[in-house]
């Protein structure tokens, strides 16, 4: 199944009206969140003026106010959310869920509230077309990105350690801070796992174990995913000290409609217009880094199609959009015979990577396994007439019960992609469209995954084992591919430091630019990593004149 | 009495009729527009910060609603939150504040706010009794539109912020998501489990 012909999509009228040249700086980055910042730090560093547009709203940082709005006012605000015909896109295939609410348009992305569990790639993970026979290898591996992936955890202050987990990728530095401990909880259940010989680890996690980088230290607010103190990693701290340098602005509210390149291809400025609408404006710059996530970077490379590039900037080889995962993730309940109290609510502490790579791994993909307490965020509402005693009563199970996540890798296939829709946005710009449907590879997946927790439960002595249907998947949040990294234009869009095929001076940062699935570790550290890399190479760029 | 099949079918098809005539009412589209705008709440009073008789009402209120123990502070914040930044809260807690004290002021001889807590529970027991019964919330329906805002408006949220907070600790938590539990008390076996004997 091929992607339709989405060129009959982009209206003619769209062209109409020359924006006005009002501004330029050496680099214009399309979006806010962690990649965008990730090359955003770099760049200020080396003393090149940087300039962000986000289409979301300001987002203010540390997150105390939201927390407060969120937690103990139970009040979800406008201020925060765009309307729904400027974020938007279509869906088909048999996802299941509302593929619009994962990702998060404000000031700092998708990363303002996030888990922040850190796993690396492991190196097979990068050649699994080569090794497992599925997917492709990446044109780069695990040790050219290992400086890289050390760099990208001093940024987010990720504290950890491999001393428990014998699975962990090999290093060159240490965590830059200390783990994490298991909570008692986890050590009840790890005692009980390593009976039958599973490992249960502590997780690399981008939040302070101990004060770090002007972070306080962590108070386990249990609210893991939206820290009001900013001991979880949010891109919100970094451009927060950007801005003062006065060398980085960030554009809040501000659409990028299309980049525009010149006769030779080069990339030379991108076309915006606020959010409430108005005259279209342009921004020049030397370089520009599109960093606006798996979807929405390969729909602003469609619409920028123009008569040199008449499918797309990047898309000569028709590989925009293509190759995009999730990864497959299926949540379970273990419900056990004695209280348990899971103490630290919010966090996945307890984690194995022992199930990444088994002699069976290309029948099926990597799998991890979590522990977590997460399904305290989606608490079921009170009946209507329910009394306190009713409440208490309903939140009783909770108490003996954990939570398992089993994350699995995904395969890209052609039923899976990014294309534009049909429907367009408040400006007559076309929407992301987005096809996804799981096939056999991800069958087999759930078949692992679900053998693992069958194992892990009788383990640790649950009395219900209790996960969500296979075509319940969940893609973890984590959108990958669209845009990814190839030898050459044919099989891909972007080279291995992220800059478009054919399109000098155009750069994609982000998990856009992934082969495949990150294996089954979650892609924040690895696309922070990238991103880094990438930054290096606009700095490169830059300093050639 | 033998059930002929005539009288069988007949009486499935009237079931069937009755039923599907209810589910219909239930989500006619007009009819469902005019129970919404039933709970809308007017918007004659601006929303601004809680007058002194009106929080304590409300917190008495909630005291005898909850139960204890209770950490009565987050729902103070919560209440005058929603008195000052949401359109019609403010109006609305006037109201049934003066109508609870007036009833309170005529079975027990004083305001629900300084009553004695076995009063206020008496009596928000016996006003609130509709909360648990069908056929009494339809009598409430036509009779007692305050009370009814009142379980809608007030009571509902304070439940799930209950949920998200007290009920953990009744339930033997040593605090609720949402504190700072710091880093050493994960650790540890649960203070409720340490209690228990061996």
């Known amino acids: 199944m091929s992607p339709p012909s989405w060129r009959s999509v982009l209206r003619e009228g769209q062209r109409s009206g020359a924006p006005s040249r009002v501004s330029e700086s050496a680099v214009a980055i399309v979006g806010s969140g962690i990649a965008a910042t990730a090359v955003a730090r770099e760049l200020v560093r080396a003393g090149y003026d940087v300039v962000l547009f986000e289409r979301g709203p300001e987002y203010p940082y540390p997150h105390a106010q939201q927390f407060r709005e969120k937690i103990y006012l139970l009040h979800e605000s406008p201020r925060y959310a765009l309307p729904p015909d400027v974020k938007a896109l279509t869906l088909s295939g048999d996802y299941a869920h509302d593929l619009n609410r994962e990702t998060i348009s404000v000031i700092g992305g998708s990363a303002t509230h996030w888990g922040a569990t850190t796993p690396r790639m492991a190196p097979e993970d990068f050649r699994t077309g080569s090794l497992y026979g599925y997917g492709d290898d990446w044109p780069i591996g695990y040790e050219e990105l290992e400086p890289y992936y050390c760099r990208a955890e001093a940024m987010l202050g990720v504290s950890g350690t491999d001393a428990d987990n014998p699975f962990a990728p090999p290093r060159t530095q240490p965590y830059p801070l200390p783990p994490f401990e298991l909570s008692w909880s986890d050590r009840l259940l790890t005692e009980r796992l390593s009976r039958r010989g599973i490992v249960l680890h502590t997780s690399p996690q981008a939040r302070t174990r101990v004060s770090y980088d002007g972070r306080p230290e962590c108070l386990n607010f249990g609210t893991c995913s939206f820290c009001p103190i900013g001991a979880c990693y949010s891109p919100g701290h970094h451009l927060k000290r950007l801005k003062a340098t006065a060398r980085c602005t960030v554009y809040p509210r501000t659409v990028v ?26 921004h020049a710059a030397r370089a520009i880094v599109v960093a606006a996530g798996a979807i929405e970077s390969a729909r602003l490379l469609l619409l920028s199609a123009d008569t040199r590039h008449p499918d797309g900037l990047g898309n000569a080889g028709e590989q925009v959009g293509r190759h995009f ?221 | 009495m033998t059930l002929t099949r005539r009288r069988f079918v007949l009486g499935m098809l009237g079931l069937l009729a009755v039923s599907g005539l209810g589910l219909g009412i239930a989500h006619w589209q007009p009819l469902r ?130 949920a998200r907070t007290d009920a953990w600790v009744r339930l033997g938590y040593r605090a609720w998501r949402g504190t700072p539990r710091g880093l050493e008390a994960y650790r540890r076996v649960p203070a409720v489990l340490e209690k228990r004997p061996a």
């Open chain 1, 257 to 282: 409609r299309r980049i525009v390149a010149d006769a030779q291809g080069h990339a030379r400025a991108i076309v915006h217009r606020p959010v409430e609408g108005g005259a279209d404006y342009e």
């Open chain 2, 33 to 162: 527009r005019v129970r919404e705008r039933y709970y809308d709440l007017e918007v004659d009073v601006p929303p601004g910060p809680l007058d002194e008789e009106t929080r304590a009402t409300l917190l008495a209120v909630v005291t005898a609603f909850l139960g204890e123990p209770l950490v009565l502070a987050h729902y103070e914040q919560f209440l005058s939150w929603r008195a000052a930044n949401l359109p019609g809260q403010r109006g609305l807690y006037q109201r049934v504040a003066g109508l609870l004290d007036g009833a309170s002021q005529r079975a027990n001889g004083c305001a629900l706010r300084v009553c004695d807590p076995e009063a206020r529970e008496r009596l928000l027991g016996d006003l609130l009794r509709f909360r648990r019964s069908r056929p009494r919330r339809l009598a409430a329906v036509l009779t007692r539109r305050d009370l009814l805002l009142l379980d809608v408006h007030v009571l509902r949220p304070v439940l799930r912020l209950f």
């Open chain 1, 325 to 545: 995962v999730f990864h497959h993730m299926w949540n379970g309940t273990l419900q056990y015979p004695e209280p348990l109290y899971a103490g630290r609510i919010g966090v996945m502490t307890g984690m194995s990577q022992q199930f990444r790579t088994t002699p069976e791994r290309g029948r099926h993909g990597a799998l991890r396994v979590d522990f977590s307490s997460n399904f305290l965020g989606d608490l079921p509402k009170p009946p209507d007439d329910a009394s306190p005693d009713d409440v208490v009563r309903m939140l009783r199970p909770f108490a003996s019960c954990r939570g398992i996540v089993l994350e699995t890798e995904s395969a890209p296939s052609p039923r899976k992609y990014v294309t534009l829709s049909g429907e367009c946005d408040r400006f007559g710009d076309p929407l992301a469209h987005v096809q996804y449907e799981a096939g056999d590879f991800e069958h087999e997946n759930f078949v692992f995954a679900r053998s693992v927790a069958e194992r892990f439960a009788s383990a640790t002595g649950a009395e219900i084992a209790a996960f969500v249907a296979e075509d319940r998947y969940h893609s973890a949040w984590h959108h990958m591919g669209t845009c990814r990294m190839s030898a050459g234009p044919a099989d891909g869009v972007v080279d291995s430091f992220g800059q478009v095929h054919g399109c000098p001076g155009l750069f994609v940062a982000g998990s856009a630019v992934f082969v495949g699935c990150s294996g089954a570790s979650n892609p924040t550290l690895t696309l922070v990593a990238l991103a880094l890399r990438t930054a290096e190479q606009v700095a490169g760029l830059l300093g050639r004149g």
